[in-house]
Structure formats: C-alpha cells, structure tokens
C-alpha cells in the first residue's frame, strides 16, 4: 500500500505543472459547454424551453402533490447512471479516457448552462433557485466525482502511455491505484445517488411552493 501511494504523489505536481494542456481543455470543454448552453436556450426561445425538465409545468404539478418513493427512485436512478459511470472508470484506462473527461465535463456545463438560462427566461431571477434546489445535495457529491475522474484520466494517461519505459511491476501497482481511486469514486457518487432520491425530493417540493 505504501508503494501505491509512493506512485500516486511521483510526478503529480509535473502532471498538473505548467498549465497542463489536458487540464486547460477541460476546463475549457466546460465552460464552452455552458456558454453554448445559455445560447441554445435563448435560441429556441421562451416558448420552446418553458417545458425543458423541471420547468414542465404538468411535472411541477404532480410533483408537489404526489408522494415519492424514494427507494424505487433510488433503484431507478441507480440503473440510469452507475453503469455509465462503470464505463468510465474503464475508459480511464483508456487513451479513451481524457475524451470521455471532456465529453463528460461538457454535457455537464451545457446542461446547466441550459437549464439555468432557461429557468431565469421563464420565472426571473428565482428561476435560478428552482435549478439550484434540482442540483442539491447531490451536486455536492456528483461535481468531485467529475472533477476526481479527470484528475485521474490525465494521471493514468502521463503514468501508462507517456511512461512507457515503465517496469511491468510499477504497471501493475498504477493499475491498482487507479482500481482502488475508482471504486471510492463509485463510492461517493452512490452517496450522491442516495442524496437526491430520499433529500432532494423534500427539498425540491419546498422551494416548489414558492412558484
């Protein structure tokens, strides 16, 4: 465990050192996501997004008056996004890996960006808390693990394919390392899963009754 660790801090700060071009486009994917997100929803038009997601108003209905089970929405979200995520922890060891970081990364900006703009062009400024309380407390779990799984893209990609002068035996201790960093990924977005099936509903249905 002691040389997994050793493995894990070698030549992390020349990963990241320097601007790394890898981080630089992920942050990038991000946040260019976001913008053509907020462009988008003001493209289609008020009319066009009023019924995006959450702003349906049938599903604002049914949703402060009906009861939710949070164990089949745990069980439904868990089918929806952990093999997803299992498949990403795999490309991670990939080439594939930082591709699916970005692609990851900019599904996530643009889906906020979208909604964001949306809801603000159907309620105003409290629009935004209707957002805010469908990404929460989940979010706070959910943005690390995305955050997380690149940082470990980048530091599989520089340890096994820039580093390929490595021995067999320290292969093998990178590839335990980063079995061991997605399984605790696993871990955490689960949490977040478990989060926004039985605590976000309740919080969801208060901010609710405001509009």
Do not use: H
Request: charged share 15%.
């Amino acid at each position: 465990m002691k040389k997994i660790l050793n493995l894990s801090q070698k030549r992390q700060k020349g990963i990241f050192s320097g601007g790394s071009l890898w981080v630089r486009l992920m942050q990038g994917a991000f946040l260019g996501a976001f913008a053509a997100g907020i462009v988008m929803a003001n493209l289609m038009g008020r009319e066009a997004v009023s019924n995006a997601g959450i702003l349906n108003d049938y599903f604002v209905e049914k949703f402060q008056y009906t009861d939710i089970n949070g164990e089949n929405l745990l069980f439904y979200i868990l089918g929806e996004r952990v093999p997803l995520l299992l498949m990403l922890c795999l490309l991670a060891f990939t080439s594939l890996g930082v591709i699916a970081g970005n692609l990851l990364l900019g599904w996530q900006g643009f889906s906020i960006g979208f909604m964001l703009s949306a809801a603000v062009a159907k309620y105003g400024i409290k629009g935004i808390l209707l957002v805010l309380g469908g990404l929460f407390p989940q979010y706070l779990f959910y943005v690390p693990v995305y955050i997380l799984y690149c940082w470990l893209t980048i530091y599989l990609r520089r340890r096994l394919y820039q580093d390929r002068q490595q021995q067999g035996a320290d292969r093998r201790y990178i590839y335990m390392a980063g079995l061991v960093a997605s399984a605790g990924l696993v871990v955490i977005f689960i949490t977040g899963i478990f989060l926004e099936s039985y605590i976000n509903p309740f919080i969801l249905k208060k901010i609710l009754n405001i509009f």
